[in-house]
């Protein structure tokens, strides 16, 4: 990573991302959710990652960005946990 990109947010974008941030996570669950149930229906993890890039991608892009930045966060959270 260069400097630039270990920079901390400008504080305005910190206090926006606190009051977001859990409006995101439960959009993630609910995402999540719905990837599960269509890849038990159809039986495939890449359908299941279609159906939800194509839903993603026709959604506002700040949605989008919110509920991928939030979902990054969790699987690094969740990584993180399991190392220690």
């Not at 599960?36 to 993603?56: K, N, Q, T």
Request: charged share 25%.
């Amino acid at each position: 990573m260069t400097d630039n990109q270990r920079r901390r947010p400008p504080p305005e974008l910190l206090a926006a991302a606190a009051q977001d941030y859990q409006a995101a996570r439960e959009r993630v669950a609910l995402a999540v959710e719905g990837a599960r149930l269509v890849a038990l229906e159809r039986g495939s993890e890449i359908e299941a990652f279609a159906e939800a890039y194509y839903v993603l991608s026709r959604t506002a892009p700040d949605l989008a960005a919110a509920i991928g930045a939030a979902a990054i966060v969790q699987l690094a959270n969740s990584h993180n946990r399991h190392l220690n």
